[in-house]
Every structure is written in C-alpha cells, then in structure tokens.
C-alpha cells in the first residue's frame, strides 16, 4: 500500500488493521505459543518435529500462533499456521534456531 499523507487516512488505515487483528482474536482458532528461554537474541523458534514425528505448527489445528515472549511486558507475534508451513521445508533445525539454507 502507498502511504498517503494525512491524519485521516492514516487513521482509516491503522482502525482497519486495528480491525483484522481483532477479527483474528474472536473468529479463528489461535494457539500461543510462549518462549521462556528460547527467544534470546531475536530468534524464534517453532517446533515441527519431535522424537522423529511431526509436531507443533505441523500438526496444529489453529488457524494462528501467537509467539509471546516472556517478559514484563510480553512480545506477541502473530503468525498463520499455514504460511508457515509451506515454509518449514526450506528451513533446517540447528541447535534451537532455525537458519534458512
């Protein structure tokens, strides 16, 4: 989207993105997901296999995960289950952290 100058269109467009997430919380299936100890250095990680099966974002039935980092004030990522699927594939799992090969 191109940015265009004035409050009122800024407005329109933060209120219809302020909408979505909203639409997001109450109308699809959300799992949270939330990292203790593994979020340090701005990695995320996301389980997809364990003791050989598929698991976590593999097998969830949710539409969303929220990512939430513990802290005082949490961080919250929101992500489609199904966009992140298709992208498992690409990715390999190295002590925790997922580097893109």
Do not use: C, N
């Amino acid at each position: 989207m191109e940015y265009e100058k004035g409050f009122d269109l800024d407005l329109s467009f933060g209120m219809f993105h302020e909408k979505h997430v909203e639409d997001i919380l109450r109308g699809t299936k959300i799992e949270v997901k939330t990292h203790r100890d593994k979020w340090q250095d701005d990695y995320v990680v996301i389980e997809y296999r364990s003791r050989g099966y598929d698991s976590g974002i593999l097998t969830t039935t949710a539409d969303y995960w929220i990512l939430s980092k513990e802290e005082k004030k949490p961080t919250l990522l929101f992500v489609d289950t199904e966009k992140v699927k298709k992208v498992i594939p690409f990715y390999l799992m190295v002590k925790d952290k997922l580097l893109l090969f």
